[in-house]
């Protein structure tokens, strides 16, 4: 009988090498790491884990492979880890990006708004749920989701067909993509008077004519939850996994404490 593979845990450090702020919204911090990672061109918006150091402690204390070949995780592990989209990666220098959303607090928030060169974060992994397949892909989110959209804009195959539809708090979070012909973006600034333009976009318009279509968002819990029940409602013929979208927060929790996809 032949014997799983050892699962693997990249366990690297991530340095902070340059600051940029891009917006109202968003800040961008560079980094170096001190292992390659493994980021597939095919990943449609792709996601690391990152760990921080314990404030008690100022130690990162990474998960382990038990005797069984499973991952021990710890609850104050689980406290300390949070999910980012890959906005940009070098395999060659081993150089990532990584765009923080600017909230008022949080763990993540608060550790990118003073971090500096030379500061560190571990890495867990990086993954990518799904992959390019020549899919008519419809692509939605707030704020929290403009990295992941826009990189995985900015990588699209020659083939593929695309429209994103994307609220941002300010007009200065709007981001200048490449020119594409199969590509069409819709942005839309935050409008508390018009709380449900993004979800009306995406309705307006009729895919009932793609036999091979993706729809991937990612965004807040509750918008989240609207636009799955819209979508399967004007399409209920649509295979469950042609709808993939993601809270990728929620108001007022933590990770950790809601579920991503309910």
């Keep these: ?24 919204s968003f800040l961008r911090l560079h980094f170096s790491c001190d292992k390659p990672l493994m980021v597939n061109p095919r990943w449609i918006c792709p996601h690391l884990k990152l760990l921080f150091a314990d404030p008690l402690t100022g130690e990162i204390t990474f998960p382990q492979l038990d005797e069984n070949n499973k991952i ?13 989209s890959i906005r940009g990666y070098d395999e060659s220098t081993n150089q990532l990006i990584i765009d923080f959303a600017i909230h008022s607090r949080g763990l993540a928030t608060v550790w990118a708004q003073k971090a500096k060169i030379g500061d560190q974060v571990g890495i867990v992994g990086t993954a990518g749920k799904l992959e390019f397949d020549n899919q008519f892909l419809v692509l939605m989110g707030d704020i929290s989701a403009v990295p992941s959209i826009c990189y995985t804009l900015e990588n699209l195959p020659s083939s593929q067909t695309a429209l994103a539809f994307i609220e941002v708090n300010h007009k200065t979070d709007i981001v200048d993509l490449p020119i594409n012909k199969n ?14 333009q993004l979800v009306d976009a995406v309705m307006n318009i009729n895919f009932s004519d793609q036999d091979n279509i993706l729809f991937w968002g990612g965004m807040e819990r509750s918008l989240a939850q609207q636009l799955r029940h819209s979508i ?31």
């Design 183 to 196: 590509v069409k973006v819709q942005w839309f600034v935050k409008d508390l008077n018009a709380p449900n």
């Design 72 to 84: 021990m995780v710890s609850d104050r592990i689980r406290q300390l880890a949070r999910s980012y």
């Design 1 to 24: 009988m032949q014997e799983k593979p050892r699962k693997a845990i990249i366990n690297a450090l991530l340095t902070v090498i340059k600051v940029e702020q891009l917006s109202r």
């Design 232 to 262: 399967k409602d004007k399409y209920p013929n649509l295979e469950p996994n042609a709808i993939q979208i993601t809270s990728y927060w929620r108001e007022g929790f933590a990770e950790g404490e809601f579920k991503h996809r309910d």
